[in-house]
């Protein structure tokens, strides 16, 4: 290992152990239809400088160690960032979904919650926003830039995006909610990561129904921004995504990036060759 890269592997560890005061993290929140959504702030600089708004993955959380090691490693680059928790219909969501709370969440309700987002870093008079969405955080921020985005987007990264393979219990999960009406609560046998409990019909056929749009690859002709995908090598939660760049590599616009020894959370050194990946993204296109 280089002595850069050891250095650099002592850092990232430090800054996880001492948490988000090491990189002077400042908790913000928002409210948007009655509830209180937060995030963290890291300043590398002037906000106008731009930022990097980051979206995380399945029922998750903005102070994941991966959101963490992100923005850690960002902040030595040079960039601003702002890592959001996605509401999931709670008031004031923090650490992972609660699995016992029934699910009335959607997966196209991030895609209002990134535009508001991207409209309150305008409040703050940031500069230009790239986004970066992981796994399904991913596939929901390439939603987001397939409609209207705003156009202080202007470029994007998905890391690990997710590539929409029917779950096994496809059919079991969706059994419960057939001919229901969105708002009907019905009882499921699972829900994502969650084992059984409650969810209302509209929940369940957002994430399960067949819909191309899962696949995030499917999206990319749409998205009018500068686009880099970044896949790992080891991940076994989108294992099919580094074969199929092939299919997107060479379009205008997109880049693609395959991190070796990577998995689907870049733990370690993988998150900091991600994120050198990302900084050159961003600094080249400035």
């Known amino acids: 290992m280089s002595l850069l890269r050891a250095v650099r592997t002592a850092s990232l560890a430090l800054v996880l152990a001492a948490g988000a005061a090491a990189v002077r993290a400042e908790p913000v929140e928002r409210t948007a239809d009655g509830l209180r959504l937060g995030g963290e702030l890291v300043r590398a600089g002037d906000l106008k400088d731009g930022v990097v708004l980051l979206v995380h993955g399945t029922l998750a959380h903005h102070r994941m160690e991966l959101m963490q090691a992100l923005q850690a490693a960002l902040k030595e680059r040079g960039l ?73 987007v202007v470029r994007a990264v998905l890391l690990t995006p997710a590539t929409g393979e029917p779950p096994d219990n496809r059919e079991a999960v969706l059994a419960p909610a ?73 379009k205008p616009g997109v880049r693609t990036v395959v991190i070796d020894g990577a998995d689907h959370f870049f733990r370690d050194l993988a998150a900091e060759d991600a994120v050198d990946a990302v900084a050159a993204f961003v600094k080249e296109a400035r």
């Open 178 to 250: 057939a001919g229901k009406p969105d708002d009907a609560s019905v009882e499921v046998p699972a829900l994502l990561y969650c084992g059984p409990g409650m969810a209302t019909a509209g929940a369940v056929r957002s994430y399960y129904a067949d819909d191309p749009r899962h696949d995030t690859l499917s999206l990319v002709g749409g998205i009018r921004v500068p686009l880099l995908l970044i896949g790992a090598s080891n991940d076994t939660v989108t294992p099919k995504l580094v074969p199929r760049l092939a299919e997107v590599r060479g």
């Open 80 to 152: 601003s960032s702002l890592a959001v928790t996605l509401s999931l219909g709670l008031d004031a969501r923090t650490g992972m979904y609660d699995c016992a709370q029934p699910h009335r969440h959607r997966h196209t309700d991030a895609v209002a919650e990134i535009a508001g987002w991207v409209e309150w870093l305008k409040g703050q008079g940031a500069g230009p926003v790239t986004l970066l969405g992981h796994s399904r955080g991913g596939n929901q921020t390439a939603r987001y830039l397939a409609g209207t985005p705003d156009a202080a």
